[in-house]
């Protein structure tokens, strides 16, 4: 069984910093792009940034520059690096794995996979 877990998320005031992480677990083969999304109340999911397998990163505009994604090789975590936070980053952060390749019962199968969420709160 796949599971995606993530932590870090808080409160902090304007200017300031935290770090998002998220682990994957279970027979994980492979996962091809990992990333975070973000949803405020009232407003749709939106794309914070994703890396590939490759280590391709893409950011959403109004956080490049502030948030760094990082991927350690061979391990099937991934890390936002928030600076700088303002108050229209509050949301609850998702992590997100797509194209995760798994091993169960003898069979490969592929499939995409959520966190629970974690609340980031940045104060004015």
């Known amino acids: 069984q796949v599971q995606v877990v993530e932590s870090g998320g808080g409160l902090v005031q304007a200017g300031g910093s935290l770090r998002l992480s998220c682990a994957v677990s279970g027979s994980i083969f492979s996962i091809n792009v990992m990333g975070w999304y973000r949803q405020a109340p009232e407003k749709r999911r939106e794309l914070v940034a994703t890396?590939?397998?490759?280590?391709?990163?893409n950011y959403l505009d109004s956080v490049n520059g502030r948030f760094t994604i990082s991927r350690a090789n061979g391990e099937n975590t991934v890390d936002l690096q928030m600076n700088s936070l303002k108050p229209e980053d509050t949301a609850v952060y998702y992590c997100?794995?797509?194209?995760?390749?798994?091993?169960?019962?003898?069979?490969?199968?592929?499939?995409?996979?959520w966190g629970q969420g974690t609340q980031v709160t940045v104060s004015s």
């Open positions: 997100s794995a797509a194209g995760v390749t798994y091993y169960r019962a003898g069979n490969y199968y592929r499939d995409d996979y």
């Open positions: 890396i590939t397998r490759g280590g391709n990163t």
